[in-house]
């Protein structure tokens, strides 16, 4: 697990941020701010609880397991967003960002690292930052929603191939990887329709905040809303389509194995007559025929192969395969 980059930024209006310490920016209340920290630190905690912040508001930036939600306080909005996890093996796919908004501080908190946090540090040193808190966050939500976008692109692709991969002929190792592949995919989907779902609809309520952003703002908000909304549609049909895809491998499989059973019971209703003959010929007393015959054992072979080409026949006339 990689953790989270701590920085702490004053942003100077024209794209590029200054760094800044914790102790620098406490008596800072005009310039605008952004302080990125990892809420599982313990010295960032005491620090936290040290900014005169409302108990709701420092319960929820420290919660480590939250779904998506906002909510006003008089001195700003505290924000909860989920954003994709870059790191494949790890079993959460979603990863949690708490965010308290002032006019002039932009505060964020997460442990785990999410790439939208470094490529946006990265805008910065380039020129091409947000110039304020509000863009900030605007910026920030937009890239999250970019990277759930790419994120939605590999399941889909993952998806069409497993399809081609069961439509396809496959053997039983094959239909084992298949169905593991299908059991990861499924898994994806379900971790991140558990947050967007909530995700979106908070972002549908704060859209209609017109206090909280300038009409610009909120019309990219209001684009990133329907974005969203698109996206867990997306994720509804990739649900559907894997489902589809099980519910078709597993009548495959289904189909082999009733196939796989008709062919035995057949063997067994051609055998089953000649051991009967052959263990009658085999039983130890007198009178068995050709039993003192030199040609005995390839005159009995003769009958016996006689026989199962008749039974063949037979079955095959009345249509059994």
């Known amino acids: 697990m990689k953790v989270t980059t701590e920085f702490c930024y004053v942003l100077n ?3 590029r941020a200054k760094p800044a310490t914790l102790k620098s920016i406490s008596h800072q209340t005009k310039e605008p701010v952004w302080v990125h920290i990892d809420y599982a630190n313990e010295k960032n905690q005491e620090w936290l609880k040290k900014q005169k912040l409302s108990p709701a508001v420092l319960e929820n930036l420290l919660d480590s397991d939250t779904t998506p939600r906002y909510f006003k306080e008089r001195k700003g909005v505290l924000i909860v967003l ?3 996890n ?9 990863i949690a960002l708490h ?3 002032t006019k002039n501080r932009l505060l964020t908190l997460s442990h785990r690292a999410l790439p939208t946090i470094a490529k946006m540090v990265g805008e910065f040193r380039t020129g091409k930052g947000p110039t304020t808190i509000e863009d900030c966050f605007v910026e920030l939500v937009r890239q999250m929603n970019g990277r759930i976008e790419k994120a939605l692109v590999d399941i889909t692709e993952e998806g069409d191939e497993l399809e081609d991969a069961v439509i396809g002929e496959t053997s039983f190792r094959e239909d084992a990887e298949l ?3 299908l059991s990861i995919l499924r898994h994806k989907i379900v971790g991140l329709r558990r947050y967007l779902i909530p995700q979106r609809e908070m972002m549908n309520k704060l859209c209609t905040e017109e206090s909280l952003f300038a009409q610009e703002n909120l019309q990219q908000l209001q684009e990133v809303s329907r974005d969203l909304a698109a996206i867990v549609s997306e994720l509804d049909f990739a649900r559907d389509h894997s489902a589809v895809t099980q519910e078709e491998l597993d009548s495959q499989t289904n189909i082999e194995m009733s196939r796989t059973m008709y062919l035995m019971s057949l063997i067994m209703v051609i055998f089953t007559p000649l051991t009967f003959i052959t263990g009658l010929l085999g039983a130890n007393v007198g009178g068995i025929p050709f039993g003192e015959h030199p040609y005995g054992f390839l005159a009995i ?3 016996l192969i006689v026989i199962a080409v008749v039974q063949t026949l037979i079955l095959k006339k009345v249509h059994w395969f």
């Open 13 to 15: 209006g024209n794209g």
């Open 82 to 84: 989920r954003g994709v």
């Open 86 to 94: 870059a790191v494949a093996d790890e079993e959460d796919d979603m």
């Open 99 to 101: 965010i308290w908004m």
């Open 179 to 181: 169905r593991h592949g």
């Open 301 to 303: 072979t003769l009958i």
